[in-house]
């Protein structure tokens, strides 16, 4: 079979592993921290609704926030004990997010779970609601409900669910390591939104530096009807959504529109995996494998609480090997950076990267000397030399005829330039401005 792919994209790190090797062979480990602090925000929407108090004893998997609006998503405790504190934290957001800590008993009492059963015979009008009763999002990274990307919108249609099994981003192997050791529970999550939506075909995708994980699913999707597994050929940003459904269908989404406007839906295969504990358990997600690596004694592949202390989750690799000089959440070319090791994980967070000192080093700008690299490595056919000249001149109407909102924010531009332009910083900073500008008109 072809190794399927894209337009465009970079290697990062010049190396088949990308970062991942302390880590790739790693086997997920269970860790609870001694407290968490739960952001009722950790999503894309608005932030949840506190339904619990100080002095509140809470179980594990208890609604302790309720979802607000259209984009709202609950959250759960995630372990037991004593609520400790509810109120406003600093967090990577301009302003405070709003939080429940619970101190851990370490009894891990569940609240009283409702499960439909086996997803091939449960009743597929009940998997949507369920998965909106966990509070699951997207597990990749951009946090999105789930259960409002699975609500079609009417006039349109899905004939295929694609799970994103690249893990593409540098140094992460927490996907790896869950399609390894578990593989036949992410098939059961494609299968259970398969039949919710009356979707015939859904596709494993994987990155073919992952043999291992592609042998795996491929016995695991073995009698599991519509389910296949293909490979892709390892380049950054393979697991994009765009670029993972042109690669996989051959089919563009087009400008300004959505996945479903290609008639496909994208799904993390750590998303699939909550979405069968959900089903088949009816557990909330409230726990998700994290890769703990770069300056720490001994990296590696945790199952951690949502909540968890960046600091708690690098203590339990070995602490710093040395000064640590950036912590990143998520991986090294999409991660954002941490202000601290005390702030929380969230449901998203796949990576805890640390940098030293030299690594973290900010380096200096220098002038574009069109080589036309970030055009060719863009995979969104995009010009970034001449949208970051008008960014930087703050003439945002420009930017936007160069189609800057249509910039998926991948780094490889940066990546790829010789002179070191922070290109992509300056793209999310004008997309941001041009979103607030807009919210401000519709106000």
Not at 116 to 130: F, R, S, Y
Not at 147 to 166: P, Q, S
Not at 218 to 238: D, S
Request: proline share 6%.
């Amino acid at each position: 079979m072809p190794k399927l792919t894209f337009r465009g994209g970079v290697h990062p790190l010049h190396s088949e592993h990308e970062g991942k090797l302390p880590t790739r062979n790693k086997p997920v480990r269970d860790f609870a921290p001694e407290q968490v602090s739960i952001l009722m925000g950790m999503h894309l929407g608005a932030p949840s609704k506190p339904c619990v108090q100080k002095g509140d004893h809470v179980k594990m998997g208890q609604l302790i926030g309720e979802p607000v609006g259209g984009l709202g998503v609950a959250v759960h405790a995630s372990v037991s004990g004593e609520v400790v504190a509810v109120e406003p934290i600093n967090y990577m957001t301009a302003a405070p997010q709003m939080c429940v800590t619970i101190k851990n008993d370490f009894k891990d009492e569940w609240v009283e779970l409702k499960p439909l059963g086996d997803v091939e015979t449960c009743d597929p009008t009940q998997v949507v609601p369920a998965i909106k009763a966990a509070g699951i999002c997207g597990m990749g990274g951009a946090a999105f409900p789930t259960h409002v990307k699975l609500t079609i919108r009417e006039g349109a249609y899905c004939d295929t669910i694609i799970l994103n099994g690249a893990e593409c981003e540098t140094y992460l192997t927490a996907d790896y390591r869950l399609m390894l050791e578990d593989s036949t529970r992410i098939v059961d999550g494609l299968r259970a939104v398969m039949r919710a939506l009356d979707v015939k075909k859904g596709v494993i995708a994987i990155e073919d530096n992952k043999p291992e994980a592609i042998e795996a699913m491929e016995k695991a999707a073995q009698g599991r009807a519509g389910v296949q597994v293909v490979t892709l050929k390892t380049k950054y940003p393979q697991g994009g959504e765009k670029q993972l459904i042109q690669a996989v269908t051959g089919r563009e989404v087009p400008v300004k529109k959505l996945p479903l406007d290609a008639h496909v839906i994208v799904l993390n295969v750590g998303t699939a995996h909550a979405i069968a504990d959900a089903v088949i358990e009816g557990k909330p997600l409230v726990q998700r494998i994290t890769t703990v690596t770069g300056c720490v004694v001994n990296p590696d592949n945790l199952r951690t609480r949502v909540g968890t202390p960046l600091q708690e989750a690098i203590n339990a690799c070995g602490g710093y090997k040395e000064e640590p000089g950036k912590i990143i959440c998520g991986g090294g070319m999409t991660g954002n950076c941490a202000p601290n090791d005390t702030i929380p994980t969230t449901k998203a967070t796949n990576g805890i990267v640390v940098y030293n000192e030299k690594e973290a080093k900010s380096v200096e700008e220098g002038p574009c000397i069109r080589c036309g690299r970030c055009v060719e490595s863009c995979p969104m056919g995009l010009n970034p030399y001449q949208i970051k000249h008008f960014c930087d001149m703050d003439r945002l109407d420009e930017a936007q005829k160069l189609d800057v909102m249509d910039c998926v924010v991948c780094g490889s531009c940066s990546y790829i330039c010789p002179a070191q332009r922070s290109l992509t910083a300056s793209f999310k900073v004008a997309k941001e401005k041009i979103a607030a500008a807009a919210k401000r008109g519709k106000a």
